[in-house]
């Protein structure tokens, strides 16, 4: 069974400092990996995904995420915070086969101070 | 503009009463999907739709409905059955499911009950 884990459910930086946000996920064939994010009260919207190929991924507003397979881990990065960028972020698991729906983990809160 | 509409955006039930979330889409996509949200339980999946006339059940479909009789739309019945329906409701879509299919959601329902 797939599943997906987000370790911490809230992070706290400062602006213009290092964002990390992880997400160990658990697949017995190869995954497609996505991060999405959330404002407040809103839908999600995807910042990235990884499915075949390059395994270092860059996505929207300046983050990117590494496939790491022997780690199973698909951790999302963004090297300088902006205030802007407090939200939340989910990361979600699914793989090549029709039919098949996205398994998200639970969310990590990022919020950002000045 | 091509989205997904969900309505109403909030919404207040008395105990007892089954209520109808909709979503409308304008995509064009075959497959549409409604997760739950908890604060601190990420999203759920109640009930998916590849194609029009079928859906599948996801993690948590007890107690709720869906029907799909025309391909832009997916209305999810909360029904008296579903024993503590207060949360976040978030409908999506994509052009198929599975694979590296993105989903697009729509701004969620919040459900109170009173």
């Known amino acids: ?114 | 503009d091509g989205g997904i509409t969900q309505s109403p955006k909030y919404l207040f039930r008395k105990e007892g009463q089954n209520v109808t979330l909709s979503c409308e889409q304008n995509l064009n996509h075959d497959a549409m999907y409604w997760y739950r949200q908890d604060p601190g339980q990420g999203l759920r999946l109640i009930y998916y739709s590849q194609i029009v006339n079928d859906f599948q059940k996801g993690d948590i479909a007890e107690g709720y409905s869906v029907s799909r009789e025309k391909k832009e739309s997916f209305p999810l019945t909360v029904t008296s059955a579903q024993k503590n329906p207060t949360a976040f409701y978030l409908c999506a879509s994509s052009p198929a499911s599975g694979g590296a299919n993105v989903l697009t959601f729509g701004a969620g329902s919040r459900l109170t009950v009173l």
């Open chain 1, 1 to 114: 069974a797939q599943s997906v884990t987000q370790l911490g459910s809230h992070v706290s930086v400062s602006e213009g400092a290092l964002v990390l946000l992880r997400c160990n996920y658990s697949s017995s064939v190869p995954p497609y990996l996505f991060w999405y994010v959330q404002y407040p009260n809103q839908g999600l919207q995807l910042l990235l995904k990884y499915t075949t190929g390059a395994t270092l991924v860059k996505g929207i507003n300046g983050f990117e995420a590494e496939f790491k397979k022997s780690e199973t881990s698909f951790h999302l990065t963004k090297p300088s915070a902006h205030m802007s960028d407090a939200a939340e972020y989910f990361c979600a698991v699914t793989f090549n086969q029709a039919g098949t729906a996205l398994i998200f983990g639970k969310g990590t809160t990022l919020s950002v101070s000045s």
